[in-house]
C-alpha cells in the first residue's frame, strides 16, 4: 500500500548534522566502514578508500542519520525524510552530491533506508524530491548505541551553514497559495565573497554565545528574484535561521523569554518598517511615530480596534509582500481570523474596503505596482538596514544580536546601543528614523 504523502509535512534532509557524543562517533564509524566495505564488495575487486574520503563518508553518513532519527521523531513526518536530489542542490555544500549517493545506495542495500514507493514525487518545496525513511533495522541500531528520535539532538548538533548566500528564482502565485523560488546555482565573484564574508563572520561571532529558549545555528541570506536580466543581488537578502525550532519561527510573546549568554533579551521592533522603507526610498513624506495601521474613521470595527488593526496590519503584509494588490484575502489569514474571532474575513473585513481605508490613509499605497519599486526591493533595504545595524553592533561594540527580519533582539544591557544603530541604518537607506517598538 502507498503512502500518501499529501497529508503528512516529511522532514528536509539537509544534511547539516554532525555527531557530538562519543556514542554519536561511534555510531556514525559503524555505518561508514560497512557502506565503506558495501562499496568495496560491490566493485569486486581490492578496494581500500582514501583516508580523505573516509572521513567525507562518514560525515555524510552521520549527517543523513540524524536527519532519519529526527524524522523518525516527527510524527507529522510520518518518518520520512525528503531531499531534491539534483546536482545543484549539493553545490557548496559540505556532503557532496557523489558521496550522498554512495551513503544513499549502501544504507539502502545494507536494510538501513526504504524509499517511498513513488520516489521522486513532489515535496512540500513543489519540486520533485525523493523520500526515505530509517527501517526499524537501523532504529535498533542506533539504540544499542543508546540514540534515539527522543533524544538524537543530545548526540548530534546542526553545523554553521556551509552555503551562507543563496539564490532563488521569483516566487509564483498558484490561486491563494505562494509558491516559494527555488534555488538557483551561481558563480562566486568579488560580490558574492564579500557577502558571504559578512555572513560567516557574523555566524561565529554569534556561535561564540550560549542561546536558550529558542534555537538557532547560524544565518543563510536568501536572495529573490535571481533569474531578472542584470541581475545585482539587490532582490530579498534577508537573513534566515534555517535550523529546526528556530527562533524566528516562535511565537512572538515567547522571544523575550530566551537569553543570550544567559542574560535577559528585549525584542526591538521597527513599526511599519516595509511602509518606512517605500515612503523613504520613493521621497514621500511619512510620519513613522503614527500608527500606520490605525483606520479609526475609515473603516468599522465591528470586532474591536485590536482586530481592525490587525486586518489592516494583515492587508499591508500581503499587498507589500507581492507587486499589486490582493484581490483575494490568503486562505491563512482567513483561517486565523476565523480562530480570532469567529467570524468570516471576507464579511467582516471586504478586501477592497480594507484596500480603500488603507490607500486613503497612505495615499502612496493608490500606485502600488507602478512606483518601479517591488517587494524584492522592499526587502533588501529592509535588509541592508538590519544587517548593517548587526554588523556595528558586532565589530564596534562587541554586542551579539538576532534578527526576526523587520526586529532586533538584544541583551536588555544592549538595548540603547542597538535602537542607536537601528536607527543610523534606516537613516541611511532610506533616510527616515523609524518608529521603534520594545516588548
Not at 542495500?109 to 524530491?129: C, F, M, Q, T, W
Not at 561571532?205 to 529558542?214: A, K, Q, V
Not at 532586533?408 to 544591557?413: C, E, N, Q, S
Request: proline letters at 5%; hydrophobic letters at 40%.
Amino acid at each position: 500500500m502507498t503512502t500518501d504523502l499529501r497529508s503528512l509535512t516529511p522532514h528536509h534532509a539537509a544534511l547539516e548534522y554532525e555527531a557530538i557524543t562519543p556514542a554519536a562517533h561511534d555510531l556514525c564509524n559503524l555505518l561508514s566502514s560497512e557502506i565503506a566495505g558495501h562499496e568495496r564488495d560491490i566493485r569486486d575487486r581490492a578496494y581500500r578508500r582514501a583516508e580523505r574520503g573516509q572521513e567525507k563518508l562518514t560525515k555524510a553518513a552521520g549527517a543523513f542519520l540524524a536527519d532519519l532519527m529526527i524524522a523518525a521523531g516527527i510524527p507529522e513526518s510520518g518518518g520520512w525524510a525528503y531531499r531534491a536530489m539534483r546536482t545543484s542542490g549539493f553545490s557548496g555544500e559540505d556532503v557532496g552530491i557523489k558521496t550522498f549517493r554512495i551513503v544513499l545506495s549502501g544504507m539502502m542495500a545494507l536494510g538501513y533506508v526504504e524509499a517511498h514507493e513513488d520516489n521522486e514525487i513532489r515535496g512540500p518545496s513543489k519540486a520533485r524530491a525523493s523520500h526515505w525513511r530509517a527501517t526499524e533495522r537501523l532504529l535498533k541500531l542506533a539504540e544499542g548505541k543508546g540514540i534515539t528520535p527522543a533524544n538524537v539532538h543530545d548526540h548530534f548538533r546542526q553545523s554553521l551553514p556551509a552555503r551562507l548566500v543563496v539564490l532563488k528564482t521569483a516566487s509564483e502565485q498558484e490561486r491563494r497559495h505562494k509558491i516559494r523560488g527555488e534555488r538557483i546555482a551561481f558563480r562566486a565573484t568579488p560580490q558574492t565573497v564579500a557577502l558571504e564574508a559578512d555572513i560567516r563572520r557574523l555566524n561565529e561571532f554569534l556561535d561564540g554565545y550560549e542561546i536558550t529558549g529558542g534555537n538557532h545555528r547560524g544565518y543563510v541570506r536568501i536572495f529573490n528574484n535571481g533569474t531578472a536580466q542584470g541581475y545585482g543581488w539587490n532582490q530579498g537578502g534577508r537573513l534566515f535561521s534555517l535550523c529546526p525550532g528556530s527562533y524566528q519561527n516562535m511565537e512572538s510573546h515567547l522571544r523575550p523569554l530566551m537569553t543570550i549568554g544567559g542574560e535577559p533579551v528585549v525584542e526591538i521592533d521597527v513599526r511599519a518598517s516595509y511602509l518606512t522603507v517605500l515612503h523613504g526610498i520613493t521621497g514621500r513624506p511619512f510620519d513613522p511615530n503614527q500608527d500606520a495601521y490605525g483606520l479609526e474613521g475609515l473603516l468599522p470595527a465591528p470586532f474591536g480596534e485590536v482586530n481592525r488593526r490587525w486586518v489592516a496590519k494583515k492587508w499591508a503584509v500581503v499587498a507589500l509582500g507581492q507587486d499589486k494588490p490582493p484581490r483575494k484575502w490568503p486562505s491563512a489569514i482567513i483561517k486565523e481570523f476565523k480562530h480570532l474571532t469567529g467570524h468570516k474575513l471576507s464579511k467582516a473585513y471586504p478586501i477592497k474596503a480594507v484596500q480603500q481605508a488603507m490607500e486613503t490613509k497612505h495615499p502612496l499605497l493608490r500606485d502600488w505596482g507602478r512606483l518601479g519599486v517591488t517587494w524584492g526591493d522592499l526587502m533588501y533595504h529592509e535588509s541592508e538596514a538590519m544587517l548593517g545595524a548587526m554588523l556595528e553592533l558586532m565589530d564596534g561594540h562587541g554586542i551579539p544580536s538576532l534578527t526576526v527580519h523587520d526586529s532586533l533582539i538584544v541583551r536588555k544591557r544592549d538595548q540603547k546601543m542597538a535602537m542607536e544603530a537601528l536607527r543610523g541604518h534606516y537613516m541611511k537607506i532610506c533616510g527616515i528614523d523609524p518608529h521603534l517598538t520594545t516588548k
